[in-house]
Nanobody, 114 residues
Framework: QVQLVESGGGLVQPGGSLRLSCAASGTFFSISVMSWYRQAPGKQRELVAGITAGGSTNYADSVKGRFTISRDNAKNTVYLQMDSLKPEDTAVYYC????????WGQGTQVTVAS
């Protein structure tokens, strides 16, 4: 049974930074694709960033140059460093693991407001 637990969300002013963490249980973390998605009120869930088992990354155009995804396989944890945050980054952020099927965390709220 895979469980994903996100942490690190909160309220931050525009231009600020946050680092999200997602701790995964189970034995397949190191060979899984890990991603962060977000869902703003009234909008569909969208891919923010992903990282393969080999460390290749991809980002949504809206966050390129501002967000960085990374993983620590020894800790079964994936991170999302978010810098230069904007009000439009406000959303619930979800961790996703892809290994044979999709697994989701419960989400963590990120609010960017002055």
């Amino acid at each position: 049974q895979v469980q994903l637990v996100e942490s690190g969300g909160g309220l931050v002013q525009p231009g600020g930074s946050l680092r999200l963490s997602c701790a995964a249980s189970g034995t397949f973390f190191s060979i899984s694709v890990m991603s962060w998605y977000r869902q703003a009120p009234g909008k569909q869930r969208e891919l923010v960033a992903g990282i393969t088992a080999g460390g290749s990354t991809n980002y949504a155009d809206s966050v390129k140059g501002r967000f960085t995804i990374s993983r620590d396989n020894a800790k079964n944890t994936v991170y999302l460093q978010m810098d230069s945050l904007k009000p439009e980054d406000t959303a619930v952020y979800y961790c996703n693991m892809l290994w044979l099927k999709n697994y989701w965390g419960q989400g963590t709220q990120v609010t960017v407001a002055s």
